[in-house]
């Protein structure tokens, strides 16, 4: 036994010999190859479908592109300076869009607490309802923006139908074609389709809180408001966190339900970066301004990201 525990200590030790013999970066080979070849498909993903088209997409805004006029040429910052200082819809469409996305945000997450405190209940049947909220978000957002285009039509749609013979209306409402009722019908069909998500979330967060603490309170004599207020709120803050930043920016960059609603009619009352993008860049096929709105969104993002966070901190911290 000995002899051979000997054996095996020589054969380390020439081993790490040789491994010393050799070159730093053959050994770091060595070592790590097989971990950078199981990365590799990944890296090779994101170079090709992250990295390479946003840098060609940063590259492009320098340019004058228009498929249309068949013109290339370098143009510097002169497609930002005319956004920002010529296009008389640029400011409207980046209000729309922060419109768009708070509203819509701040609607998923007051819709989603009371569902998820109800859903963590015992209530009869509790595992069906929780399958029933989620069909709206697992639903393809072009249908269910179609649904609601059903839903808001100003002449055969449900919602009007109902308004009526509740006596709310007297007359029909042009949801999606007038100036004053179509942001809130955009903002509700989008929270809609995405408050299932957060409510998700939020259940999850619930589910973690200890019941024996909110006993405890309810002994003390704390209601119900009180519990919600000094216990469960405080404790939900990290999950409202997570989950407001990742709504506002999958919301900031979907466009689709008012794509399907309203094509960002009527005129531009309802558009958006996204859709201003689209329409410059797929409809009049000018890719060089295209580019600079797609850059800026990326941009103003990044910002309310950054923001956010530092108030939601200052918050805490408070």
């Known amino acids: 036994m000995i002899p051979e525990m000997e054996h095996n200590l020589q054969s380390a030790k020439a081993d790490t010999r040789t491994l010393h013999r050799?070159?730093?970066l053959r050994r770091f080979y060595k070592e790590h190859s097989f971990g950078y070849f199981l990365l590799a498909p990944a890296v090779i993903y994101l170079l090709a479908f992250q990295f390479y088209p946003l840098f060609e997409t940063v590259r492009l805004s320098f340019f004058n592109y228009s498929l249309v006029r068949k013109t290339y040429s370098f143009a510097g910052f002169g497609n930002y300076v005319y956004l920002m200082t010529e296009d008389k819809n640029f400011w409207l469409i980046v209000k729309n869009s922060l419109l768009w996305v708070f509203g819509s945000?701040?609607?998923?997450?007051?819709?989603?607490?009371?569902?998820?405190?109800?859903?963590?209940?015992?209530?009869?049947?509790?595992?069906l309802w929780r399958g029933l909220v989620m069909v709206p978000w697992v639903s393809p957002v072009v249908i269910i923006g179609i649904i609601w285009k059903w839903l808001l039509d100003g002449h055969f749609g449900l919602v009007n139908y109902y308004l009526?013979?509740?006596g709310i209306i007297k007359e029909g409402i042009v949801w999606l074609g007038d100036e004053f009722w179509v942001w809130p019908s955009l903002l509700l069909s989008s929270a809609w389709?995405?408050?299932?998500?957060?409510?998700?979330?939020?259940?999850?967060?619930?589910?973690?809180?200890?019941?024996?603490?909110l006993e405890a309170a309810s002994i003390?004599?704390?209601n119900a408001w009180q519990r919600f207020g000094k216990i469960?709120?405080?404790?939900?803050?990290?999950?409202?966190?997570?989950?407001?930043?990742?709504?506002?920016?999958?919301?900031?960059?979907?466009?689709?339900?008012?794509?399907?609603?309203t094509n960002g009619g009527p005129g531009f009352t309802t558009s958006i970066l996204p859709t201003y993008l689209y329409t410059n860049a797929f409809v009049f096929f000018d890719l060089g301004r295209g580019s600079a709105i797609a850059t800026l969104s990326m941009v103003l993002v990044l910002i309310l990201v950054v923001l956010y966070t530092r108030l939601f901190r200052g918050g805490q911290d408070a």
């Not at 979330?201 to 200890?210: D, E, H, P, R, Y």
């Not at 469960?232 to 919301?251: A, D, E, N, R, Y």
């Open 164 to 166: 009526q013979q509740l």
């Open 232 to 261: 469960v709120l405080p404790l939900l803050k990290p999950i409202i966190f997570v989950t407001g930043m990742t709504q506002i920016i999958s919301t900031w960059t979907k466009f689709e339900m008012i794509w399907a609603l």
């Open 220 to 222: 003390d004599g704390a």
């Open 105 to 127: 945000t701040l609607l998923q997450i007051a819709i989603a607490i009371p569902a998820a405190l109800i859903l963590n209940n015992a209530i009869r049947m509790r595992g």
């Open 22 to 24: 050799q070159g730093p």
């Open 193 to 213: 389709k995405g408050f299932p998500y957060v409510t998700l979330m939020f259940l999850a967060g619930l589910t973690g809180i200890s019941k024996e603490m």
